[in-house]
Every structure is written in structure tokens, then in C-alpha cells.
């Protein structure tokens, strides 16, 4: 696997997509570009709002997200310079604020934002006000620019950019590197806020889902599952962008964590799939045999080694 240490979350984006060779300077600025450097996506009808789950700290952690933009507007000066809104969806729930320096539009940082949840950021009304200016390149930008909308428990993002007479860049994808993802009651300390651990997410989809009672948590076990987490360095930093059934998420992520789900006296939970000691440590001790097996014990002809 290739590992990048780097104050800069730009130096992520290479290797998001699986595990890749380490590329020499040139090729991971040509990359990089190349991935960031793309026109804006506009949300579609019945798209699923994203999950954004990060917590950043000791310098680790977050999660770089292209938001779809569900409104825009796009005008142009007396110079032909052109002024350009999105409003984005960052994500189900409050999340932390994005500081400037972690807002991108394409592979710059440029721009203005303002960030907000349980309703629509920005003043502005979207709609295409590009004039025609006699002597210069008519601007083609899109006529539909979507409606004023409500966003229920949701953080949206206004961004805002000029753009010189001449330039397209203006089209590009605004891009954001979350350190600090949807706010959750973390098990570690109660605390309502953003959070990496994978029982911390757990319990959040049984809610959210509707599909398991809050009662019918194990909540017990969940705790000591996100001691296993942190004792043992397992954080979870993820953009769930995709519906997916409960219990199929569950099989496919939780053995990432060295987790299976489990459903014991009605509760569900998780267990580990090794042995653990009493601190939440993986058990590396010796096991201690119960029961030594002979052939007094096996029917004659029904097991060979």
C-alpha cells in the first residue's frame, strides 16, 4: 500500500481510488489536476443525500467530497467578467465548518462561502442573468438553474467566484476537504460532535434507517466495540454517497474493522472477529485448548487430514 504524509489534502485525491504505485512529481500533479479539473455536477431528482463521516485529529483524518450544487446563478459585468453561485449539498446532518483554506474550485483555491445547516445558505436567487454584451463572446452558461429550496437536517454550502472576460474556469467542480464530518453522540465521551468511529456510524444507521428500534441496540456492546476501535488505531473517515441496504453495508464494512454484526437476545450490535482483552486490545496470547480431540473421538471412515 501506498502511504502520503501531507499537511495538504490535495495530496490525497491520488490515491482515493485503491492502492496505486507512488508516482513521481510530475505524473501526481498531472493526476491530481486532471481528477480535480472537472465541470460542476448538478444533483439529480432522488439522488440520496451523502453521509460525510470524518473526524480529524493528531493530524489525521477527513475526507476530500465534490458536493452537486441543487441551485446556481450565473451574471456578467459591463467588462464581461462573470460572477458564479452554486448552492451544494455537503451532507446529511450539522458538520463542522470549512475553513477557507480547505475549499477548492477545481484544483484552486479561490472564492467565497458561507456554510449553514437545516436550511439554504446565501441570500442570492439562482437563474442565468448573462447580457449580451455588443463586441464580446456571448457567455454560454445553463438556462435551468434550479429553484429556492428547503435542505431539512442538512449542511449546505454557498459558494461564490469572479472570473476574468475569457476565462471558463468558472465551470469547474467546487471540491471541499472535510476534517470534520456529521455531528453524532460519540460513545467515547457522550459528546454531541463529529466523530471516527465505526460504532459511533453503526448505531447512527440503525436510527437513521428506521429499522431498528433505538431499544434494540446493544448499546453496551457498542461501547466496548469503540474501545476495540481506539485502543487498537481503527478510525473510520468515509463519504457514503449510495443507498444500500442495512444489513448488506454491514457485512461488506464491518470486516474492515475486524467486526461482524451480531444479533444476540434480540439486541444488535457487533462483536470482534478476534480474541480481545479486557482493555480492548487484540488478544495475542496463546490460546488455551479446551479439549484435546483423538480417534476415540471420530467415527471410523467420516474425517481424514
Given at each position: 500500500m501506498?502511504?502520503?504524509?501531507s499537511?495538504?489534502?490535495?495530496?490525497?485525491?491520488?490515491?482515493?481510488?485503491?492502492?496505486?504505485?507512488?508516482?513521481?512529481?510530475?505524473?501526481?500533479?498531472e493526476?491530481?489536476?486532471?481528477e480535480?479539473?472537472?465541470?460542476?455536477?448538478?444533483v439529480?431528482i432522488?439522488?440520496?443525500?451523502?453521509?460525510?463521516f470524518?473526524?480529524r485529529?493528531?493530524?489525521?483524518?477527513?475526507?476530500?467530497?465534490?458536493?452537486?450544487?441543487?441551485?446556481?446563478?450565473?451574471?456578467?459585468?459591463?467588462?464581461?467578467?462573470?460572477?458564479?453561485?452554486y448552492h451544494?449539498?455537503l451532507g446529511?446532518?450539522q458538520?463542522g465548518?470549512?475553513?477557507?483554506k480547505?475549499?477548492?474550485?477545481?484544483?484552486?483555491r479561490?472564492?467565497?462561502?458561507?456554510q449553514t445547516?437545516?436550511?439554504?445558505?446565501?441570500l442570492?436567487?439562482?437563474?442565468n442573468?448573462?447580457?449580451?454584451?455588443?463586441?464580446l463572446?456571448?457567455?454560454?452558461?445553463?438556462?435551468?438553474c434550479?429553484?429556492?429550496?428547503n435542505?431539512?437536517?442538512?449542511s449546505t454550502?454557498?459558494f461564490?467566484?469572479?472570473?476574468?472576460?475569457g476565462?471558463?474556469?468558472w465551470?469547474?467542480?467546487?471540491?471541499?476537504?472535510i476534517?470534520n464530518?456529521?455531528?453524532?453522540?460519540r460513545?467515547?465521551?457522550?459528546?454531541?460532535g463529529p466523530?471516527d468511529?465505526?460504532?459511533?456510524?453503526?448505531?447512527?444507521?440503525?436510527?437513521?434507517?428506521?429499522?431498528?428500534?433505538?431499544a434494540?441496540?446493544?448499546?453496551?456492546?457498542?461501547?466496548s466495540i469503540?474501545?476495540?476501535?481506539?485502543v487498537?488505531?481503527f478510525?473510520?473517515?468515509?463519504n457514503?454517497k449510495?443507498?444500500?441496504?442495512?444489513g448488506?453495508y454491514?457485512?461488506k464494512w464491518?470486516p474492515?474493522?475486524l467486526?461482524?454484526?451480531?444479533?444476540?437476545?434480540?439486541?444488535?450490535g457487533l462483536?470482534?472477529l478476534?480474541?480481545?482483552?479486557?482493555?480492548?486490545?487484540?488478544?495475542?496470547?496463546?490460546?488455551?485448548?479446551?479439549?484435546?480431540?483423538?480417534?476415540d473421538?471420530?467415527?471410523?471412515?467420516?474425517?481424514?487430514?
Amino acid at each position: 500500500m501506498t502511504w502520503i504524509s501531507s499537511s495538504d489534502p490535495l495530496a490525497l485525491v491520488y490515491i482515493q481510488s485503491g492502492q496505486i504505485p507512488t508516482p513521481n512529481t510530475q505524473e501526481n500533479a498531472e493526476v491530481t489536476n486532471s481528477e480535480l479539473d472537472v465541470a460542476q455536477r448538478a444533483v439529480k431528482i432522488g439522488e440520496p443525500v451523502p453521509i460525510v463521516f470524518a473526524r480529524r485529529r493528531n493530524n489525521a483524518g477527513g475526507v476530500l467530497i465534490s458536493p452537486g450544487a441543487t441551485e446556481a446563478r450565473f451574471e456578467n459585468d459591463s467588462s464581461n467578467n462573470i460572477g458564479v453561485y452554486y448552492h451544494l449539498v455537503l451532507g446529511e446532518g450539522q458538520m463542522g465548518a470549512i475553513p477557507v483554506k480547505d475549499l477548492f474550485h477545481g484544483p484552486c483555491r479561490i472564492g467565497s462561502h458561507s456554510q449553514t445547516y437545516n436550511r439554504r445558505a446565501g441570500l442570492w436567487d439562482p437563474g442565468n442573468y448573462i447580457s449580451y454584451i455588443s463586441g464580446l463572446d456571448f457567455i454560454e452558461a445553463p438556462y435551468y438553474c434550479g429553484i429556492v429550496g428547503n435542505y431539512p437536517d442538512m449542511s449546505t454550502l454557498s459558494f461564490y467566484a469572479l472570473y476574468t472576460a475569457g476565462v471558463d474556469f468558472w465551470k469547474r467542480q467546487v471540491h471541499a476537504f472535510i476534517r470534520n464530518g456529521m455531528y453524532v453522540t460519540r460513545y467515547e465521551d457522550n459528546v454531541y460532535g463529529p466523530s471516527d468511529s465505526f460504532a459511533d456510524l453503526v448505531k447512527w444507521v440503525y436510527i437513521k434507517s428506521g429499522r431498528v428500534p433505538e431499544a434494540l441496540i446493544d448499546n453496551t456492546g457498542l461501547a466496548s466495540i469503540d474501545l476495540f476501535l481506539r485502543v487498537n488505531g481503527f478510525t473510520c473517515n468515509c463519504n457514503i454517497k449510495e443507498s444500500e441496504n442495512v444489513g448488506d453495508y454491514l457485512s461488506k464494512w464491518a470486516p474492515y474493522f475486524l467486526l461482524k454484526e451480531t444479533r444476540m437476545n434480540g439486541l444488535r450490535g457487533l462483536r470482534p472477529l478476534l480474541p480481545v482483552t479486557s482493555g480492548g486490545a487484540i488478544d495475542t496470547s496463546p490460546i488455551v485448548w479446551k479439549y484435546s480431540f483423538t480417534e476415540d473421538d471420530i467415527l471410523p471412515g467420516s474425517f481424514e487430514v
